[in-house]
């Protein structure tokens, strides 16, 4: 395995800001793996996946290791009328949601189009249009990113919830395989209202019809980051008390609100976004996209800071407008 010195990171990062890594490897074995981790144990590391929610700041003083871990083995599991399938890090998520749907897996058809590895999908628990990535995972393999060691967490001890778990929160970990158990049977269960307007002309929606009509629905509403350079959700939606809720409500009475666990209610960042004046408004080469408040573009800046003032422009004017302070979901190192 090489290890390249002083490496540019811009086409690794959605973005397409730029930054040198001091060194990067790309294992393509677990063993390659363990190696990169014990033949630097005083750098600090950073693992990289298609870099669809990251982007740089700044070059950075360490080791960047980006597996290139590949393959995926089929379980039958006649108990549960389902399969498991376990599917290596690398592995492009929306080519495993469409191998899914044409062989008549359920659980994944809504989390289509979502650009990214496999191996990143448990990091922040992937979700859109009423589903999570949680809801189909059993297990996930991982090593500890300072010793190598392996372990298994099941779907409990990976402590998923909103955006969140443990692997995010605490770093430690290079996510190496992960095994969803998947349904055979499908039945389309209304969760989301765009994507119900969307199928409202078809009759018992197959999973293709539901994984054609979330690519639709997507392509309309988000940038291709390949072509105008972006993250996706930039915030999380916030959550919120009911008593801040009734205040904005009374100004914005179409306010969205979820009720989440704790007595809280979810709500839009994108809503408040807009409403504090930000939707389509550019400064320089950043800017939120006119059809999607919540997602930032890069016009052509390489210097990820431009993105990062921005962002505290957008914080701000919905902290003083709403008094809700927004939580960036996007990586930035
Ligand atoms: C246009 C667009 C639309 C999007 N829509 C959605 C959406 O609808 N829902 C949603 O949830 N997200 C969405 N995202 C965000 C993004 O696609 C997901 O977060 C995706 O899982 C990122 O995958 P990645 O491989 O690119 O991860 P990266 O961006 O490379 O990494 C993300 C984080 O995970 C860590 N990581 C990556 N791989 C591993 C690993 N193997 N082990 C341990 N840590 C790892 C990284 O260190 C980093 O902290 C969107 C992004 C874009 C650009």
Do not use: W
């Given at each position: 395995m090489i290890y390249h010195r002083h490496f540019q990171l811009k086409k690794y990062n959605a973005f397409q800001t730029e930054a040198f890594?001091?060194?990067?490897?790309?294992?393509?074995?677990?063993?390659?793996?363990?190696?990169?981790?014990?033949?630097?144990?005083?750098?600090?590391?950073?693992?990289?996946?298609?870099?669809?929610?990251?982007?740089?700041?700044?070059?950075?003083?360490?080791?960047?290791?980006?597996?290139?871990?590949?393959?995926?083995r089929e379980m039958p599991d006649q108990e549960h009328d389902s399969v498991m399938v376990e599917v290596m890090a690398s592995e492009d998520w929306d080519s495993f949601v469409a191998h899914c749907v044409e062989n008549g897996y359920a659980g994944l058809e809504n989390l289509s189009f979502i650009p990214g590895s496999v191996g990143a999908a448990p990091i922040q628990n992937i979700g859109a249009y009423g589903a999570?990535?949680?809801?189909?995972?059993?297990?996930?393999?991982?090593?500890?990113?300072?010793?190598?060691?392996?372990?298994?967490?099941?779907?409990?001890?990976?402590?998923?919830?909103?955006?969140?778990?443990?692997?995010?929160?605490t770093r430690k970990y290079i996510v190496i395989s992960v095994v969803f158990r998947l349904k055979k049977s499908f039945h389309y269960v209304e969760k989301y209202a765009d994507l119900n307007k969307e199928l409202a002309e078809v009759e018992q929606p197959s999973l293709s019809d539901v994984r054609e009509a979330v690519i639709r629905v997507r392509k309309r509403k988000l940038p291709d980051h390949l072509e105008l350079p972006n993250c996706g959700s930039f915030f999380k939606n916030p959550y919120i008390s009911a008593e801040i809720a009734e205040r904005i409500k009374s100004e914005y009475e179409n306010l969205p609100l979820y009720p989440v666990e704790g007595g809280l209610l979810k709500t839009s960042a994108a809503f408040l976004i807009d409403r504090a004046g930000f939707r389509g408004?550019?400064?320089?080469?950043?800017?939120?996209?006119?059809?999607?408040?919540?997602?930032i573009v890069n016009y052509g800046t390489a210097d990820g800071n431009e993105i990062v003032r921005f962002m505290n422009r957008i914080r701000d004017a919905v902290n003083t407008k709403f008094e809700i302070l927004l939580e960036p979901e996007v990586w930035m190192f």
């Open positions: 890594a001091k060194l990067f490897c790309e294992p393509e074995t677990i063993e390659e793996l363990r190696q990169a981790i014990l033949d630097y144990p005083e750098e600090q590391k950073l693992v990289l996946g298609a870099g669809c929610n990251l982007f740089f700041t700044q070059d950075f003083d360490g080791l960047v290791i980006r597996p290139n871990l590949r393959g995926m999570e990535v949680k809801d189909c995972i059993l297990e996930v393999i991982a090593l500890d990113i300072h010793t190598g060691e392996s372990f298994s967490f099941s779907n409990h001890e990976c402590e998923f919830s909103y955006r969140d778990s443990i692997f995010k929160r408004v550019r400064e320089g080469n950043v800017g939120t996209y006119p059809n999607q408040a919540l997602i």
